[in-house]
């Protein structure tokens, strides 16, 4: 029998590999309601820190309310960012840890891999808001990522551990592309800023 959404955020936060085990029969439509609430509550929590005005540098955690002053704008854009960045980040997450599970010869399928994301993040996503605090939450999440790829695909602790680097060095990759393509385009606009005859609108 599955555990229950509370045994579940729980299970993930002080008892993971067997809370791992027991959702080993899960389905892809399971995981994903389970993300889909924990993801809410954690935006909801993202937005109430933005409200009140704490900086990144305060929350010691995903760095979501950078230049933000309070308010009710920044409780939007807080709750906008983080839910979207949440399925962006599910989304590329599980696409990577398959592909390293798979190099490291990991017997389970993608929604294996989409599992082992889904319920690694709790901590991150529950905690990871806390000022000061929150980036050890994160911390714990990576460490639940090696323990659900060990778990759902049926492999040693050092083929998890591949899985989870390989997935790590596809993500940076990815982050340092979009990084490269946005100073590009600043660039540019920086370049036909300066150019005679030449308006930009501002932003």
Do not use: C
């Not at 230049?67 to 409780?75: L, Q």
């Not at 399925?87 to 599980?94: A, F, G, P, R, T």
Request: zero cysteines; a neutral charge.
């Amino acid at each position: 029998m599955s555990p229950s959404l509370t045994e579940k955020l729980v299970g993930f936060l002080v008892r993971p590999v067997e809370t791992f085990r027991a959702a080993r029969d899960e389905t892809l439509t399971d995981a994903g309601i389970y993300y889909f609430v924990v993801l809410v509550i954690s935006a909801l929590l993202h937005a109430i820190v933005a409200f009140l005005g704490i900086s990144a540098a305060d929350t010691g955690s995903t760095g979501l309310n950078l230049g933000m002053s309070g308010g009710v704008g920044s409780f939007v854009t807080a709750l906008i960012i983080a839910f979207v960045g949440g399925l962006i980040s599910l989304l590329l997450w599980s696409i990577f840890l398959h592909i390293g599970a798979k190099v490291a010869g990991g017997r389970g399928d993608f929604a294996d891999s989409f599992k082992s994301t889904v319920y690694s993040q709790t901590p991150a996503l529950l905690l990871g808001w806390i000022p000061m605090i929150g980036f050890i939450f994160g911390l714990w999440s990576i460490v639940l990522l090696f323990l659900g790829v060990r778990e759902l695909h049926e492999v040693d602790t050092t083929k998890a551990i591949i899985a989870v680097v390989v997935a790590l060095v596809l993500f940076l990759i990815v982050v340092a592309v979009l990084v490269f393509l946005g100073l590009g385009v600043l660039v540019g606009t920086a370049g036909m800023a300066s150019v005679p005859g030449v308006t930009v609108p501002a932003t």
